[in-house]
């Protein structure tokens, strides 16, 4: 029997499409943690250094929600399709912390939730001891990673700590100290973002993040 021309195999194009499970979501996350963290820091030392009004705090919320908790959003999703579990939760834990402080800030400026300007502190107060005790659980994990990562989010409960002091107390001290606080992991979180970034383009690792407490 004699083959014809039309019975040969015809030769697919090759599959193109979209290649999900690479690159390090840390790129992102990284960088847009210590933004949102800087403008917290910002904010809360502001009224002490005399160029931020406490009223005016409800100027970061574009950043705490376009910025960070959109794009880390973005993140926790990147590390969910690359099988990072934690990395996964850390992000979308920072992402529900950014959002709901900007909720925070935006419904109590608003009376939103019916809280009476009596029970604006108490209010904040449970805001910040609930984030505090997670932040708290989340650095144990956390331990596991390099150290600067577990450094970053300790002293995330710390700045939240101080913040939930200084609403029960009435101190503009004890605000500046959670905003130093805030601007310490901010600062941690952009050098994090210079070694994963170097890295991401084929560079030495540097600068070092430190070795894990579990190994």
């Known amino acids: 029997m004699t083959a014809h021309a039309h019975d040969a195999p015809v030769e697919q194009p090759p ?21 949102a963290a800087l403008a917290l820091g910002m904010s809360l030392v502001g009224p002490e250094l005399d160029f931020l009004p406490a009223r005016s705090q409800a100027a ?27 990395v996964a939760a850390i992000f979308s834990t920072f992402s529900a912390f950014w959002l ?10 608003h009376n939103w939730y019916g ?8 209010a904040q107060e449970v805001y910040f001891i609930a984030w505090a005790c997670l932040f708290l ?8 990673l390099p150290a600067i990562y577990p450094l970053a989010v300790g002293l995330v409960f710390v700045a939240c700590a101080l913040a939930a002091s200084a609403v029960f107390t009435g101190s503009q001290n ?14 941690l979180a952009f050098y994090s973002w210079v070694h994963v970034a170097l890295k991401s383009v084929g560079i030495r690792a540097l600068p070092p993040l430190g070795r894990p407490v579990f190994r």
Do not use: H, K, N
């Open 15 to 35: 599959v193109r499409g979209v290649i999900l499970g690479a690159g390090d979501p840390l790129t992102v996350g990284l960088i847009f943690f210590g933004i």
């Open 60 to 86: 970061i919320i574009p950043i705490l929600v376009m910025g960070a908790g959109l794009f880390q959003v973005v993140t926790a999703v990147w590390a969910i399709l690359m099988g990072q579990s934690l």
């Open 100 to 109: 709901s402080f900007a909720a925070l800030l935006l419904g109590l400026g």
């Open 115 to 122: 809280v009476t300007s009596a029970d604006v502190a108490s």
């Open 137 to 144: 659980i989340l650095t144990i994990p956390c331990l596991a």
């Open 174 to 187: 004890l605000f500046t100290a959670a905003g130093a606080t805030a601007l310490t992991f901010a600062f």
